[in-house]
């Protein structure tokens, strides 16, 4: 069974990723959806709260090809990742020119550390290339609508989110 994994920080996953998750399932078997946990970084949402995002959005948007998406988190490396849940590739999605240079590196390190994994990339459609988790956290965090951006389910659950979290200072 050819098994891939979409690694990623996914806060919040987007209809971009979605797009990107569809058309990997067009090639492959089965997707491991893998949410990273980074210490480093402090989240909008925390990994419990993105992988549940990620199983609510997968319902809404991909009812047909739920049953072959899992998710989970994880920490470390991504090929680590791999190994443990068996795939051999490693599925990104490229928007924009902008993304190639970090996503080759990506790949290329990759393939040094486990020369039997290979990087597979997806273009995200047209309709999606301006999105990104970062763009919708801060459009959230100012009040403005992701409506259209990520699942509704995510959407409600992210607008929750900001409204819990302290006011940004405004400027009179
Ligand atoms: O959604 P993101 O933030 O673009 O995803 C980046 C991610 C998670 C794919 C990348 O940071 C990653 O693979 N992190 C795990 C650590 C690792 O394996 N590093 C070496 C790969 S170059």
Request: a negative charge.
């Amino acid at each position: 069974m050819r098994v891939a994994i979409y690694p990623g920080s996914f806060d919040p996953i987007t209809l971009g990723h979605l797009d990107v998750l569809r058309r990997s399932l067009g090639v492959f078997e089965r997707v491991v959806v893998a949410v990273l946990v980074n210490p480093k970084k402090a989240p909008m949402l925390d990994v419990d709260a993105r992988v549940a995002a990620i199983v609510s959005g997968v319902k809404e948007a991909l009812p047909d090809l739920a049953d072959r998406v899992d998710v989970r988190p994880f920490a470390g490396l991504t090929v680590d990742a791999c190994r443990e849940v068996g795939a051999r590739y490693v599925v990104r999605g490229l928007r924009a020119v902008s993304d190639f240079e970090a996503e080759l590196q990506m790949a290329h390190m990759n393939h040094r550390l486990a020369p039997d994994i290979d990087t597979v990339f997806f273009m995200t459609a047209l309709e999606y290339g301006y999105l990104s988790s970062s763009l919708v956290r801060e459009i959230v965090r100012f009040g403005g609508d992701p409506t259209g951006m990520v699942p509704p389910s995510v959407a409600e659950r992210l607008v929750a989110v900001a409204a819990a979290e302290e006011t940004p200072v405004r400027v009179r």
